[in-house]
């Protein structure tokens, strides 16, 4: 359903990362990429998303549509990144789920305000005020805000990195179901880079990245 | 020259320096450890000012236009270096910028101001155009260096923020709607400020010197509107420029970041795990 690449990156002393990696995803999955800490999964996360700059010679393929390089912000609004560190605008917990809806690439699409408090009450948000500053959160608690503003996105695909740091088991069960029945339906997919593998080994796709390219695990 | 003027002579400036004296004694006596500093700005003040006496005296004498644009092309170039000298961060290309959006104010507001409000005659009247065009350039560096300053602390303290909304989907305009107004914002409170307390909790400068040099109050004031909103009009003209063009360098057309291209100033360029990054042939 989706696929992309080839991207390359290296490291700040110039050694190669990873080169040559074509990443490929299909429907209805939830794909693990793996690899050690500092082979660069962030970084290809980053490229996907076309958030870094690539050699502009990679082909972006969605639903068999094919995005150029002019088009970026669009395959961004249908293969979201949910960033590493679980970043916050300035205001209110409530604004942090809606401006998504104020964009043009929302193109009109209203803000679900019921799935929002819905899926609040599930990660266990449902208690913190609308108001409260969301720089005010924890750690733990903007990773569910930001997993909830994705999925209340509701793009094609998520790419998600780490999404479940800072939770505890029980909460991070919860969200891994969240983002598994998202990825489940017809016209979906994520990818997910996860720090410490919490999630079933048999019932995913696993990728690792290596230096010379992707293995289908 | 006027009959009012009472001219100054060289034992009245050796009388004026003892306050600067008095300055650095006070810092000793104070251990505020300044002393050689105001001393050496002093000095800088005399030989700065008296070089530029000497070459404006000449500049009057000569009276040929091409003298003329070759000292505001020779302002605009030291007032584009000091904008980015005062930038704690810069980016590649960052000197052509400032260069540009001192031309571009320079033309603009100094165009209209001299050859539509004044009416200067003919254009390149040394004595009109040199000392109005001084006061844009000041003041554009002003607009320049505070919105330069505060949207590329934004870009590089709050990436995170820029990205996520790049990320779902925001053009690069959307993205980069906060930090642009910040710093526009920025660029534009001190002569705000300037026009708010003009007159009511200090003289403005020009004007000052235009009453001191025997102007009529009246006359002199008239300038003094024409001068604020001019430096108003070099202030905006200065932040937004180059905010644009900063933008247009640290930010593609199709929202790619760009911050490698951003560093401190005297500092390494690339910070960071996510900036160490170089791209490669994929």
Same mark, same amino acid.
């Given at each position: 359903?989706?696929?992309c690449?080839?991207f390359?990156?290296? @490291? ?15 429907e209805?999955?939830? +794909?693990?990429l793996? *690899?050690p800490s *500092?082979?660069?999964?962030? +970084?290809l996360?980053r490229?996907i ?5 690539? +050699?502009g010679?990679? /082909?972006?393929e ?17 293969? +979201?990144?949910?960033a590493?560190?679980a970043?916050v605008?300035? *205001?209110?917990?409530?604004w ?10 929302a ?7 019921e799935?929002?408090?819905?899926l609040l ?7 913190v005020?609308?108001?409260r500053?969301?720089?005010s959160l ?6 569910r805000l930001?997993?909830v503003?994705?999925?209340?996105? @509701? ?5 998600? @990195?780490?999404?479940f740091? *800072?939770?505890?088991?029980k ?14 339906r017809?016209g ?9 593998? /919490?999630?079933d080994? @048999?019932?995913?796709?696993?990728i690792?990245?290596?230096p ?6 | 020259?006027?009959?009012a003027?009472?001219?100054l002579?060289?034992?009245?400036l050796?009388?004026?320096s ?7 004694g006070l810092?000793?006596a104070l251990?505020?450890?300044?002393e050689?500093?105001?001393?050496v ?11 530029l006496?000497?070459?404006?005296e ?5 009276r040929?236009?091409?003298?003329v ?8 170039v ?12 810069? =980016? ?5 910028d ?6 571009? #104010?320079?033309l ?11 009416g ?8 009109y155009v040199?000392?109005l065009?001084g006061?844009?350039?000041?003041n554009?560096l002003?607009?320049i %260096? ?5 949207l590329?602390e934004h870009?590089d303290?709050?990436?995170?923020e ?9 053009t690069?305009?959307?993205?980069l ?7 526009l ?5 001190p ?9 009511i ?8 010197g235009?009453?001191?040099a ?8 008239? =300038?003094q ?14 932040a937004?420029?180059? %905010?644009l063009?900063a933008?247009?360098?640290?930010v593609?057309?199709? !929202?790619?970041l ?9 500092g ?8 160490a990054?170089?791209? #490669?042939? !994929?």
């Amino acid at each position: 359903m989706l696929r992309c690449g080839p991207f390359g990156a290296r @490291d700040g002393e110039g050694r190669v990362l990873f080169e040559s990696a074509v990443l490929e995803l299909p429907e209805r999955s939830v +794909t693990v990429l793996e *690899g050690p800490s *500092g082979c660069g999964k962030s +970084t290809l996360l980053r490229m996907i998303s076309g958030l870094l700059p690539t +050699t502009g010679e990679e /082909i972006r393929e969605l639903g068999g549509r094919s995005y150029g390089r002019s088009e970026l912000p669009e395959w961004r609004a249908g293969v +979201t990144l949910l960033a590493q560190d679980a970043p916050v605008l300035p *205001g209110t917990l409530e604004w942090n789920l809606e401006w998504p809806f104020r964009l043009r690439a929302a193109d009109g699409r209203a803000f679900p305000r019921e799935r929002a408090a819905a899926l609040l009450e599930a990660v266990g948000l449902g208690g913190v005020a609308a108001d409260r500053e969301a720089r005010s959160l924890s750690g733990g608690e903007r990773h569910r805000l930001a997993l909830v503003r994705g999925l209340l996105w @509701d793009p094609p695909v998520l790419l998600a @990195d780490e999404p479940f740091s *800072g939770l505890d088991r029980k909460m991070a069960e919860v969200c891994r179901r969240l983002l598994e029945a998202f990825a489940a339906r017809s016209g979906h997919a994520a990818l997910v880079v996860l720090h410490d593998p /919490i999630v079933d080994r @048999d019932s995913v796709r696993r990728i690792r990245m290596t230096p010379r390219g992707m293995e289908v695990a | 020259m006027n009959p009012a003027l009472i001219a100054l002579t060289p034992s009245d400036l050796v009388v004026a320096s003892l306050f600067v004296l008095v300055a650095a004694g006070l810092s000793v006596a104070l251990r505020l450890g300044l002393e050689r500093r105001i001393l050496v700005a002093a000095v800088r003040t005399v030989v700065q000012l008296g070089l530029l006496g000497l070459v404006l005296e000449r500049v009057f004498a000569v009276r040929r236009p091409i003298v003329v644009v070759a000292m505001i092309a020779w302002m605009i170039v030291f007032a584009g270096r000091e904008a980015v000298a005062r930038s704690t961060r810069r =980016y590649g290309g960052i000197w052509l910028d400032a260069w540009l959006t001192m031309t571009v #104010s320079c033309l603009l507001v100094g165009g209209v101001v001299t050859r539509v409000v004044v009416g200067v005659t003919p254009w390149w009247e040394p004595q009109y155009v040199i000392p109005l065009l001084g006061m844009i350039l000041g003041n554009s560096l002003n607009g320049i %260096s505070l919105a330069l300053e505060r949207l590329l602390e934004h870009l590089d303290t709050r990436r995170a923020e820029v990205e996520l909304l790049l990320a779902f989907g925001a053009t690069r305009a959307e993205a980069l709607r906060e930090p642009l107004r910040t710093a526009l914002r920025t660029g534009l409170i001190p002569i705000t400020n300037a026009m708010t307390a003009a007159g009511i909790v200090a003289l403005p400068g020009m004007m000052t010197g235009q009453i001191l040099a025997g102007t009529p109050p009246m006359q002199a004031v008239a =300038y003094q509107v024409v001068v604020m909103f001019m430096l108003a009009a070099a202030n905006a003209i200065g932040a937004v420029v180059i %905010s644009l063009g900063a933008t247009r360098r640290l930010v593609t057309r199709e !929202g790619t970041l760009r911050l490698e291209r951003l560093f401190r100033a005297g500092g390494a360029r690339g910070r960071g795990k996510g900036r160490a990054v170089r791209r #490669s042939a !994929g």
